[in-house]
């Protein structure tokens, strides 16, 4: 089992800049690709983007490239989304997600989800 637990969601101006973070534990996390959804009230689930377990390869929806940045740190079981010039369609739950094989877009891919943490961005 892995719990995973997002954190650093809130409240932002249009333009603004949060970082939020996914701590994982339970489990060897470098063993773990790591992708992180979103979820606007009354829409379908949206993949954001996914790293592979040793941060090398990342790949994101073509929509949000340039302005949101997956990383990861395997020594802190942390995984994180820079998400910068937010804009009010950004507003959602942001989840994320783990599995043991390879990145996927498919959200039925992963195993694992955290709680999502909530992302408003205000105009």
């Known amino acids: 089992q892995v719990q995973l637990v997002e954190s650093g969601g809130g409240l932002v101006q249009a333009g603004g800049s949060l970082r939020l973070a996914c701590a994982a534990s339970?489990?060897?996390?470098?063993?773990?690709?790591m992708a992180w959804f979103r979820q606007a009230p009354g829409k379908e689930r949206e993949f954001v983007g996914a790293?592979?377990?040793?941060?090398?390869?990342?790949f994101y929806t073509d929509s949000l490239k340039g302005r949101f940045t997956i990383s990861r740190d395997n020594a802190k079981n942390t995984v994180y989304l820079q998400m910068n010039s937010l804009k009010p369609e950004d507003t959602a739950v942001y989840l994320c997600?783990?599995?043991?094989?390879?990145?996927?877009?498919?959200?039925?891919?992963?195993?694992?989800w955290g709680r999502g943490t909530q992302v408003i961005v205000s105009s």
């Open positions: 997600a783990a599995r043991e094989g390879l990145r996927s877009r498919n959200e039925h891919d992963y195993e694992y």
């Open positions: 339970g489990r060897i996390f470098s063993d773990y690709s």
């Open positions: 790293i592979s377990r040793s941060g090398a390869l990342i």
